[in-house]
């Protein structure tokens, strides 16, 4: 007979138990997030490839309205200077109608240089597609993907073997080595200390293949760019105070160090508002490299400095290019000059690589060729 007094036996969990099973369960977490980190960079790596080619086909289609693909850059002069001042119009910038940009397209004064205060609302713009999605690079109107100008690291000049370079009009005839075995554009580790953005052609939108994909992301420990910097630096106080370069070191809160120079720093504003007297239309700049003329502003162009250019160029380096790289573990993706996309490793050889680069240099390249290089 049972006590009614003895009241029945409770069970609970423990203590131990609860451990355990909130340690099982962290455990599976744990085992769980890599698959789904991994599944969201497939799916960025995808859309990113995706980019690239809507790139290949607006490239495309300016060759097919022009006979000719656009020049990667336009300047009077050679080689072109990581600095903001002169024509430097990029092959972005004269394919923007053909990219699905009309708008962007219309508000570019093609009469002017990149840098001018006439193409501010243009510049100033983000172009969401010309972004990865796997670039942790904060907000800012920059490229993801890069022409490419040479097989090896050489100033972005007239004479590069590439396909967009300075004052270049190549054709599908002029790829003898083939659309298929000529790399058109990559993508680019984007520092937002050096980085000029779209509409500059300077290494914001033109690389070489003469470093290992991703040396430079490798060599700062996976750390890509950003808003930080240290050095020389191009850096305006304010919105209207001193302009010039300054040495010290930009983060997340601005510019910290000494500006010298100032306003007077090489005659004022000048290497930022040089301007192109041509009378040339948008897609005219086949027939000269760039503008003919750089004309100095007046005083009351203040307006020349804008936000998106006093953090930009490399005045310690200024013909320095660089290569590609991007975010996606393990290598980059590039298009062909024949439309085609795909991910080349950081590890492949690098023969093969200058030899994709160049599109007249007569080589043979077989599967074989792209087997890992050795000598990583």
Not at 27 to 48: D, G, K, Y
Not at 234 to 262: A, K, R, V
Request: aromatic share 8%; net charge negative; proline share 6%.
């Amino acid at each position: 007979m049972i006590n009614p007094r003895q009241s029945p036996r409770r069970r609970a969990f423990t203590l131990v138990e609860l451990l355990v099973v909130i340690a099982i369960i962290g455990i599976l977490i744990a085992l769980l997030l890599p698959a789904v980190q991994a599944a969201r960079e497939a799916a960025r790596r995808s859309s990113c490839q995706n980019q690239l080619r809507q790139v290949a086909v607006g490239l495309h289609n300016y060759e097919m309205a022009n006979a000719r693909f656009p020049a990667g850059v336009t300047n009077p002069t050679g080689p072109i200077q990581n600095v903001p001042g002169g024509d430097h119009k990029s092959w972005i910038t004269y394919s923007l109608a053909q990219f699905g940009e009309p708008a962007r397209f219309r508000a570019v004064d093609f009469a002017v240089g990149a840098y001018h205060k006439k193409n501010h609302r243009a510049r100033r713009t983000i172009i969401e597609w010309l972004i990865c999605p796997s670039s942790p690079n904060a907000e800012f109107p920059y490229s993801s993907y890069a022409g490419v100008h040479h097989d090896a690291e050489a100033p972005i000049d007239t004479t590069n073997n590439g396909v967009l370079f300075l004052g270049s009009r190549v054709t599908f005839d002029d790829l003898t080595d083939g659309a298929a075995y000529t790399l058109m554009v990559g993508e680019k580790i984007t520092n937002d200390a050096t980085d000029l953005g779209w509409m500059s052609g300077t290494p914001a939108t033109l690389r070489n293949t003469g470093a290992p994909i991703n040396e430079e992301l490798n060599a700062a420990g996976g750390f890509g760019g950003g808003l930080s910097a240290s050095g020389p630096v191009w850096w305006q106080e304010g919105d209207g105070g001193d302009f010039g370069l300054g040495f010290g070191e930009i983060d997340d809160e601005g510019f910290e160090g000494d500006l010298f120079g100032g306003d007077d720093l090489f005659g004022g504003e000048q290497l930022l508002g040089e301007e192109s007297d041509s009378s040339a239309g948008p897609n005219a700049e086949s027939e000269q490299l760039g503008s003919s003329e750089d004309a100095t502003p007046k005083e009351d162009d203040a307006d020349t400095v804008d936000p998106y250019v006093k953090r930009g160029g490399d005045p310690n380096s200024p013909l320095a290019v660089g290569g590609f790289g991007s975010h996606h573990p393990g290598g980059a993706q590039f298009v062909r000059a024949d439309g085609s996309a795909e991910f080349l490793s950081e590890y492949m050889n690098a023969k093969t690589y200058a030899q994709l680069a160049n599109r007249r240099d007569g080589a043979i390249i077989g599967e074989a060729d792209f087997e890992p290089d050795t000598d990583f």
